[in-house]
T-cell receptor
Framework: AQSVTQLGSHVSVSEGALVLLRCNYS??????LFWYVQYPNQGLQLLLK??????LVKGINGFEAEFKKSETSFHLTKPSAHMSDAAEYFC????????????FGTGTSLTVIP | NAGVTQTPKFQVLKTGQSMTLQCAQD?????MYWYRQDPGMGLRLIYY???????DKGEVPNGYNVSRLNKREFSLRLESAAPSQTSVYFC?????????????FGSGTRLTVV
């Protein structure tokens, strides 16, 4: 079985501050891990993905995430928040062998305070 | 490129009515998916199609049917709509069913059943 837990359904940061969105996974086999972003009234857009290459993954818009097997985590970070980062963020996991579906977390809503 | 196109964008149905949600992708992807998004529950897979000619149930298939009309199109049908089916529906596609391929999502269909 596998699942994804996103700690904190709502996160608020000041503009220019560090963004840290937490994701922990459970998987019986080596996972593929993803972060998606959803802007209001839009579909989900892929931010970045981990597929067993480098453990530090860089994505679009200055975001990055680090795969830590010992902690079963894949937290999303950005050094300096912009107003345009306000959105819903979803962590997702799939299996590395068959991967016939993703398992999505319940999402974290990021608010950026000017 | 249009990516994944969903129609309609909004729909209001009365309980018991039927409707079909349409989805088309122009990326020559083999696999397509239907998800529903509900507050606090993330995205849940309804049905998926690993390749043209195949469909399989996901996590929440009851009350829905799908058709993979051809490689481009994957429709979702509600035969007798219920208020519990009020949700935002997303279609997605990927190059293949293997787990390391990210998904491309449509912009969603907001369905209200009264």
């Amino acid at each position: 079985a596998q699942s994804v837990t996103q700690l904190g359904s709502h996160v608020s940061v000041s503009e220019g501050a560090l963004v840290l969105l937490r994701c922990n996974y459970s998987s019986s086999v080596p996972p593929y891990l993803f972060w998606y972003v959803q802007y209001p009234n839009q579909g989900l857009q892929l931010l970045l993905k981990y597929t067993s290459a480098a453990t530090l993954v860089k994505g679009i818009n200055g975001f990055e995430a680090e795969f830590k097997k010992s902690e079963t985590s894949f937290h999303l970070t950005k050094p300096s928040a912009h107003m345009s980062d306000a959105a819903e963020y979803f962590c997702a996991v799939s299996r590395s062998n068959t991967g016939n579906q993703f398992y999505f977390g319940t999402g974290t809503s990021l608010t950026v305070i000017p | 490129n249009a990516g994944v196109t969903q129609t309609p964008k909004f729909q209001v149905l009365k309980t018991g009515q039927s409707m079909t949600l349409q989805c088309a992708q122009d990326m020559n992807h083999n696999s397509m998916y239907w998800y529903r998004q509900d507050p606090g529950m993330g995205l849940r897979l309804i049905y998926y199609s690993a390749s043209e000619g195949t469909t399989d149930k996901g996590e929440v298939p009851n009350g829905y049917n799908v058709s993979r009309l051809n490689k481009r199109e994957f429709s979702l049908r509600l035969e007798s709509a219920a208020p519990s089916q009020t949700s935002v529906y997303f279609c997605a596609s990927s190059e293949a069913i293997r787990g390391h391929y990210g998904y491309t999502f449509g912009s969603g269909t907001r369905l209200t059943v009264v």
